[in-house]
């Protein structure tokens, strides 16, 4: 499974802690930045280019991190197809994927301790999307587009 990762310089810590975890459980992983915790950069333009990496099939799923989470998801979501899902907890990123086929998830560096934030990537990668009943949904949120 191929994991796309992107944060700003806030989630530039969380991002690298991330990406280490990954590469240590086997996944391949794509970083597109940024590569400084010190230079202030737009959550924006890593938020979107990660949701692209989704959206051209060369990734399965991917993380994404500014401070709160909260900027980077809108970001990201502003792009047809993508469902970013912001998580604080392990029950929302099981929900996210199962109930909602979330392929970003997006997380705060500033929020959420490192191992912590580990767990909800590692629930998230783990779940699968229930489809049924929850497909209608998703149907209706890609035909909910301006």
């Not at 086929?101 to 929020?111: I, P, S, Y």
């Amino acid at each position: 499974m191929k994991i796309v990762l992107g944060s700003d310089h806030a989630g530039f810590e969380l991002k690298e802690a991330i990406k280490s975890y990954l590469e240590e459980k086997n996944y391949a992983v794509i970083d597109v930045g940024t590569d400084s915790g010190t230079v202030s950069v737009s959550y924006v333009e890593y938020g979107q280019l990660a949701a692209d990496e989704i959206i051209a099939k060369r990734a399965d799923l991917g993380i994404i991190v500014c401070g709160s989470g909260i900027g980077i998801s809108i970001a990201a979501n502003k792009k047809a197809g993508i469902r970013a899902a912001l998580c604080t907890n392990s029950f929302m990123a099981d929900m996210a994927r199962r109930h909602n086929n979330a392929n970003l998830l997006a997380l705060g560096g500033r929020v959420l301790a490192k191992q912590y934030a580990l767990t909800i990537v590692e629930t998230f990668l783990n779940s699968k999307f229930e489809g049924g009943r929850h497909q209608k949904r998703i149907d209706s949120l890609e035909d909910f587009r301006y």
